[in-house]
């Protein structure tokens, strides 16, 4: 099979225009190709007057095709193969179900996998079921009453449920294309096989999670929603069971060998748990920052130019960096276009907020996070669990600065970048279904976080014409965009504590959708291994 790279097509070619350039570009005829699969499609807008789209295309050829890719640069053209991707043998011999918990995207990934092999896995959810869930963030954010068990951060599909369903990632690893064969399996749409920019949407990404779910009950899994677990049973350096409790009151002790934490990054009371049972835990770097909006239509503005209202390009988005020589660096983080900002708490008496947007990404405003590195050396001390504290402490200076009740602290860029605090909005309205208070959001975030955000914000703006726009609006704060902790695992990806698994971003070895599920195939290859290291 051939891969053949850069093919450039005008804005709403059809698959046989596209078929047609792949093959004048190798010189064979169209009639030549027994196959032909799109692997990638991106859109070009470097040049604002000269707008098309980018194809990467896969074919089989009745031809000598070693030939043919030897006659052409690697990166244009090169052979490949089919991707497949089979789950290791089973080596697992206890008579104990392995149990899986948290049901978002690495414990959806770890227990199908699982499940796949025979193993009937038992996954426990503190959270409800999506559609139980869905009523209940609803509740919370017409009500401003939060269920502390299940919300943005807690329920079937974990956080991503309740954002974009953005499907980037930097890592390269063979799995990633069956996580995404398995989503589209499941209901996800097939565009994420190829898109350069793939995302579900929150409006579809419940059905596709269901369907999964379903599929490893089929498969003799089971499922337990509003079910936590408390405690863990270890002795001897080996984890024996563990201690759950359900949103009745019932608690019970389990039996097992094999647990794989998969608890998500919110997670923060079992953390706390876990590390007074001797699970050994290390600092890491995370990131704080705040919630930008902007008009969709200035993006799509700077972005396509003349193209700017082109229904076939859909909403732009935008990444942006800035790493200045001598000093942080900030980064733009989950991009929803068309979408909107969210109160996504989880503990009661804090606010945090996140990102979400339907797949037609059809909204008013354009969001992202704007976020800063925070290294270890600036948490208050030394304990593993610094960070959680850190952000907790910012968490409940937002809770304060937005009045109780769950009110979101926002500014707009203009008085944040003068430092004046915001006493009415401007022609941005802001999106947060708790609404917001306008206030300093230097109340909330501290000086290493607030000074290099003016900083990037201004060098985005030299990036992306009308980023420092004056009225576009800041919320804050973004603090839940990774762990601020890490389990430490070993080479069989098992813990301090032999037989557990520590799993996804509450872990600290992921960062977003695919990287969680990615490892949640890891953790479950690790589990069929059997294998146990001293």
Request: proline share 5%; aromatic share 8%; charged share 25%.
């Given at each position: 099979?051939?891969?053949?790279?850069?093919?450039?097509?005008p804005?709403g070619?059809?698959?046989?225009?596209?078929?047609?350039?792949?093959?004048?570009?190798?010189?064979?005829?169209?009639?030549?190709?027994?196959?032909?699969e799109?692997?990638?499609?991106?859109?070009?807008?470097r040049?604002?007057?000269?707008?098309?789209m980018v194809?990467?295309?896969?074919?089989?050829?009745?031809?000598?095709?070693?030939?043919i890719?030897?006659?052409?640069?690697?990166?244009?053209?090169?052979?490949?193969?089919?991707?497949?991707?089979?789950?290791?043998?089973?080596?697992?011999?206890s008579?104990?179900?392995?149990?899986?918990v948290?049901?978002?995207?690495?414990?959806?990934?770890?227990?199908?996998?699982?499940?796949?092999?025979?193993?009937?896995?038992?996954?426990?959810?503190?959270?409800?079921?999506?559609?139980?869930?869905?009523?209940?963030?609803q509740?919370?954010?017409?009500?401003?009453?939060?269920?502390?068990?299940?919300?943005?951060?807690?329920?079937?599909?974990?956080?991503?449920?309740?954002?974009?369903?953005?499907?980037?990632?930097?890592?390269?690893?063979?799995?990633?294309?069956?996580?995404?064969q398995?989503?589209?399996?499941f209901?996800a749409?097939?565009?994420?096989?190829?898109?350069?920019?793939?995302?579900?949407?929150?409006?579809?990404?419940?059905?596709?999670v269901k369907?999964?779910?379903?599929?490893?009950?089929?498969l003799?899994?089971?499922?337990?929603?509003?079910?936590?677990?408390?405690?863990?049973?270890?002795?001897?350096?080996?984890?024996?069971?563990?201690?759950?409790?359900?949103?009745?009151?019932?608690?019970?002790?389990l039996e097992?060998d094999?647990?794989v934490?998969?608890?998500?990054?919110?997670?923060?009371?079992?953390?706390?748990?876990?590390?007074?049972?001797?699970?050994?835990?290390?600092k890491k770097?995370?990131?704080?920052?705040?919630r930008i909006?902007?008009?969709?239509?200035?993006?799509?503005?700077?972005?396509?130019?003349?193209e700017?209202?082109?229904?076939?390009?859909?909403?732009?988005?935008?990444?942006l960096?800035?790493?200045?020589l001598?000093g942080?660096?900030g980064?733009?983080?989950?991009m929803?276009?068309?979408?909107?900002?969210?109160?996504?708490?989880?503990?009661?008496?804090?606010?945090?907020?996140n990102?979400?947007s339907?797949y037609?990404?059809?909204g008013?405003?354009a969001?992202?996070?704007?976020l800063?590195g925070?290294e270890?050396?600036?948490?208050?001390?030394?304990?593993?669990?610094?960070g959680?504290?850190?952000?907790?402490?910012?968490?409940?200076k937002?809770?304060l600065c937005?009045?109780?009740n769950?009110?979101?602290?926002a500014q707009?860029?203009?008085?944040?970048?003068?430092?004046?605090?915001?006493?009415?909005?401007?022609?941005?309205?802001p999106?947060?279904?708790t609404?917001?208070?306008?206030?300093?959001?230097?109340r909330?975030?501290?000086?290493?976080?607030t000074?290099q955000?003016a900083?990037?914000?201004?060098?985005?703006d030299?990036?992306?014409?009308?980023?420092?726009l004056?009225?576009?609006?800041l919320?804050?704060?973004?603090?839940?965009?990774?762990?601020?902790?890490r389990?430490?695992?070993?080479e069989?990806?098992?813990a301090?504590?032999?037989?557990?698994f520590?799993?996804g971003e509450?872990?600290?070895?992921?960062?977003?959708?695919?990287?969680?599920?990615?490892d949640?195939?890891?953790?479950?290859?690790?589990?069929?291994?059997?294998?146990?290291?001293?």
């Open positions: 099979m051939l891969r053949i790279n850069e093919i450039a097509v804005i070619a059809t698959a046989e225009e596209i078929k047609k350039e792949a093959a004048r570009q190798i010189r064979v005829p169209v009639s030549a190709f027994v196959h032909f799109i692997a990638r499609e991106a859109i070009d807008s040049k604002k007057g000269n707008i098309h194809y990467s295309v896969q074919v089989s050829i009745d031809a000598d095709e070693e030939k890719a030897a006659a052409y640069p690697q990166n244009k053209v090169s052979l490949c193969e089919a991707y497949r991707y089979d789950l290791p043998e089973n080596k697992r011999k008579k104990y179900r392995p149990v899986v948290g049901f978002g995207p690495a414990g959806m990934f770890a227990g199908l996998m699982l499940a796949r092999a025979g193993l009937r896995p038992l996954i426990l959810e503190r959270g409800n079921d999506v559609d139980t869930r869905t009523a209940d963030v509740k919370f954010w017409t009500m401003r009453k939060l269920n502390t068990q299940s919300n943005v951060q807690f329920g079937e599909g974990g956080a991503g449920t309740f954002s974009d369903g953005k499907l980037t990632t930097g890592i390269k690893d063979k799995r990633v294309r069956e996580v995404f398995v989503l589209c399996q209901g749409p097939e565009e994420i096989l190829y898109s350069a920019r793939p995302h579900i949407g929150t409006d579809k990404l419940g059905g596709v369907n999964i779910r379903n599929e490893i009950i089929r003799g899994g089971e499922v337990r929603f509003g079910c936590r677990m408390t405690d863990i049973i270890a002795a001897n350096g080996f984890i024996h069971g563990i201690h759950i409790e359900d949103n009745s009151g019932f608690s019970t002790d097992t094999c647990l934490l998969c608890i998500g990054h919110s997670a923060r009371d079992t953390v706390e748990m876990l590390y007074r049972r001797g699970l050994k835990m290390e770097p995370f990131s704080v920052g705040v909006e902007h008009p969709q239509e200035m993006i799509n503005r700077s972005q396509y130019g003349n700017w209202n082109n229904p076939l390009l859909g909403a732009a988005d935008y990444k960096s800035n790493h200045p001598h942080r660096g980064y733009t983080f989950c929803c276009p068309g979408g909107t900002v969210v109160c996504a708490s989880s503990e009661e008496d804090m606010v945090v907020v990102g979400m339907e037609a990404r059809d008013e405003n969001n992202s996070a704007i800063i925070i270890p050396e600036y948490f208050a001390d030394e304990h593993p669990l610094a959680m504290a850190f952000q907790r402490e910012i968490e409940r937002a809770f937005g009045g109780k769950y009110t979101a602290p707009k860029v203009g008085d944040f970048l003068k430092e004046n605090a915001s006493v009415r909005g401007g022609a941005v309205r999106t947060c279904p609404g917001v208070e306008w206030t300093d959001i230097r909330v975030l501290p000086p290493v976080v000074d955000l900083v990037s914000i201004l060098a985005f030299k990036k992306l014409k009308g980023f420092a004056p009225d576009a609006v919320t804050a704060p973004e603090s839940r965009s990774s762990s601020p902790v389990i430490v695992r070993d069989c990806r098992q301090s504590i032999k037989g557990i520590p799993c509450g872990a600290g070895y992921a960062g977003g959708i695919v990287s969680a599920a990615v949640g195939i890891r953790c479950a290859e690790a589990v069929l291994a059997d294998e146990y290291w001293d």
